[in-house]
């Protein structure tokens, strides 16, 4: 069961792939860039577990918090840019 | 009182992530602990107003019934995602607000984007805009019940 | 007693599977960004509880448990104020969300201007 777990975070995670490299603007990469990592936090506790690897969780909870510092720094930099480039217009659906 | 939960809660922290009780590990442990309270001391002074998060009972009944909110709406989101016509309709609009303190807004907002449906993108004095993917979630949201539950907190 | 936490971690862990991938495919799916933060918030905020707590119920009772229950807590806690501050450098950045309806956007009065 947890082969099925692992197997579906990682269909997840191309799923995010695809997102990031077709964008359209840079904020959806970064935030298929941020699902994407929080899968790899799933994927190494639970691929972890099922290899029975040592330590595993440390390294988990680190890459969470690696994960949120590094999208809050990104984003902080969008912001400070004085140039805001967003492709698509707001509108009607 | 202050530094009471900071140093419970580090302590805390410290014994799970080693998990080894020989006294010069929690020697270590027990001088890392004193270092972060050094720390947090000195970003007190730097920050006029340091904020204080009061662990208290009625916190875990409002996050009792968040999760309970966060499972409903997750369940109507992933309908709405695996259903071919795709019947989302985004919204943005002000939603006015009445709590003041700061810890309460901060869990306010953050309460609502939790909540999959609905997004704070901006906190303004006395209103949060919000981006909604269906009318239905800002009416919920108008009808107040989790304001009126973290107001009943009292952070 | 151990067969029935089997059976439970089977539905926990097949139920945060399935959240997992429509989350997956609601991020490739949405119209726009706002709407994929939605979308995104689904993975984090219900399937990685599932998950995990399915993977609790596997394990032997040790300190990992609550090494767990931190990485959850912390994933739970931080991931509003990610997407937060995602959408707030998106509308700094110039972007306005696509809306469904007809009324016009809030986006035209001075409040919301970034």
Known sequence: ?93 | MRYLYVTVALAFFWVVLSGHFAPLLLGFGALSVSLVLIVVRRMDRADRQPGELVPQLGLVGYIAWLLKLVIESNIDLARRIWNPALPIEPVWTRLDTHVVSPQAKTLYANSITLTPGTLTTQVHEDHFMIHALSAEGIEELRHGEMERRIARLDL | MSELLDWLSFVLLLAGSVLCITGGVGLLRMPDFFARVHAAGLTETLAAPLLLSGLMLRMDWSLDLLKIVLILVFILATNPTASHSMARAALHGGCRPLLGNRRPSPGENASSKT
Request: aromatic share 8%; hydrophobic share 55%; with cysteine.
């Open chain 1, 1 to 93: 069961m947890l082969t099925a777990a692992i197997i579906a975070i990682i269909v997840t995670m191309m799923l995010a792939l695809i997102r990031a490299f077709q964008g359209p603007t840079e904020y959806d990469r970064m935030l298929a860039a941020n699902a994407f990592g929080t899968k790899t936090v799933l994927l190494i506790a639970i691929g972890g577990h099922a290899l029975s690897w040592h330590s595993h969780l440390d390294v988990a909870l680190l890459y969470a918090m690696v994960n949120f510092v590094g999208t809050i720094a990104v984003m902080r930099f969008f912001e400070s840019r004085a140039d805001g480039d967003c492709g698509e217009e707001g509108g009607t659906l």
